[in-house]
Every structure is written in structure tokens, then in C-alpha cells.
């Protein structure tokens, strides 16, 4: 069995996306880490942790790449296939975790995973919108 490494990078990295309101990009997660490591180690540490089961990758509107948390997943299996929310105004992804669609496909078809993203816009731009 491999050993889990846990190196500063990663323990920042999945703290960051812990405490995320909503789905980051690279860029954003290598904003926030104010020259921590590099673009390329950062990319190493999410693959990592989508490996262990702790993020999953959402594809936005604009197929940018973010990363967020899981709820539920482990090593062997991860359980992300909820719907996902892309702000057309501020740009946020948001996992929707309790609403998972009902997909049949056709005979001999094999999902191993999904990528449902809405676009739309969020309720704190609605918000904001409507106070205005």
C-alpha cells in the first residue's frame, strides 16, 4: 500500500477547499496561496487529493476546470454526481449535493461518472440585483 503524503501544499490546499463557499479554479487556489509553491505542484496536490476521494473536478460553462470538496467519497468510489451551479454573473461554481438526477441510458451503456453544471445566476447576484 502506498503512503499518503502530507506535505504543506496539499494540508493548505484542502483547507482552502474545506473552507470554500463555492468550487475554486488553479488560478484561484494559487491566488490564495500567495506563492506557496508553483502552478505545476499545485496541480500535482489536486490530482492527489482527487485520488484519495477528498475533491472532485466540475467542469464550468466556460470549461474551466474547478475543484471542490467531497461529501462522501473515498479512495475507491466517489459519490459526486450532483448537480452544479455556474454563476453567469460572479462566475461561482456551487455543488448542489441534494439533488441528483435520475439517468437511464441506452442497453450496453456504462456511466462511470457525470458533470451536471446549470448556468444561471446565483442567489447572492440575485440578490444583489434586486437591492439595486
Known sequence: MKQVRNTQAKTEILHLLNNATSALSHHEIQEKLHGLCNRVTIYRVLERLEKEGKIHK?????????????????????LHNHLHFNCEQCKEVTCIDNIVPDITLPENFTAHSYNFV???????????HQTS
Open 58 to 78: 466540475i467542469v464550468n460553462m466556460d470549461g474551466v476546470i474547478n475543484y471542490a470538496r467531497c461529501h462522501n467519497c473515498h479512495k475507491e468510489k466517489h
Open 118 to 128: 446549470i448556468s444561471g445566476i446565483c442567489r447572492k447576484c440575485n440578490d444583489l
